[in-house]
């Protein structure tokens, strides 16, 4: 079965700082996409990156990026220069190429203080 | 120019009642989705509808009815609420590659309509 693990419940960062949240996930497929989402209080589901899993390179979106190992299964978002309207939920998410199914991690509570 | 709606985004009602949730996406999507977030902020795919064709169904209560009378609209109608039911429910669109006939590109969330039965 395909899961997604997340096993940072919370986590807090400094204004300014760099944060990375962590994500596996266990597919005997080849060919998915993987995502986060942050869901702030507003509670508005907003995609931060995506990464196909053919590419070997790294996702980036400004402050945002990946660090995605294929082999390990790793998954993991990492937040430059965090900034307070960061705050929110972040949810790793994957997708099994030709399916319909997207699956969920249980998501990391991130507060960025100031 | 909204590109998922859900209406209403607060529904407040009794055990027991029938209630519906309304979704629209104005994207031009072809697969849709219902979700439900529990107050531990698990989300759980609930369907999926692809061109107006059921795709998942993932073990919901049959109180649970999807409806989509076109592929812009998927409806959530709930029969006999249950405190149970209360969650924040999310509808979902997602464009269909042309290639392999399936989504897999971004989702697009509606803003949610947070459910409370008393």
């Known amino acids: 079965a395909q899961t997604v693990t997340q096993s940072q419940p919370e986590m807090s960062v400094q204004e300014a700082e760099t944060v990375t949240l962590s994500c596996t996930y266990d597919t005997s497929e080849n060919n998915y996409y993987l995502f986060w989402y942050k869901q702030p209080p507003s509670r508005q589901m907003i995609l931060v990156i995506r990464q196909e899993a053919y590419k070997q390179q790294n996702a980036t979106e400004n402050r945002f990026s990946v660090n995605f190992q294929k082999a390990a299964k790793s998954f993991s978002l990492k937040i430059s220069d965090s900034q307070l309207g960061d705050t929110a939920m972040y949810f790793c998410?994957?997708?099994?190429?030709?399916?319909?199914?997207?699956?969920f991690g249980t998501g990391t509570r991130l507060k960025v203080l100031a | 120019d909204t590109a998922v709606s859900q209406t209403p985004k607060y529904l407040v009602t009794q055990m027991g009642n029938d209630k519906s949730i309304k979704c629209e996406q104005n994207l031009g999507h072809d697969t849709m989705y219902w979700y439900k977030q529990d107050s531990k902020k698990f989300l759980k795919i609930m369907f999926s509808y692809n061109n107006k064709e059921l795709i998942i169904n993932e073990t919901v209560p049959n109180r649970f009815s999807p409806k989509s009378p076109d592929k812009a609209h998927l409806n959530l109608h709930i029969n006999s609420l249950e405190l149970g039911d209360s969650a924040v429910y999310f509808c979902?669109?997602?464009?269909?590659?042309?290639?392999?006939?399936?989504?897999?590109?971004?989702?697009?969330f509606g803003p949610g309509t947070r459910l409370t039965v008393l």
């Open positions: 979902a669109s997602s464009p269909q590659s042309s290639f392999l006939g399936a989504p897999t590109d971004t989702q697009y």
């Open positions: 998410a994957f997708i099994i190429s030709g399916t319909y199914k997207y699956i």
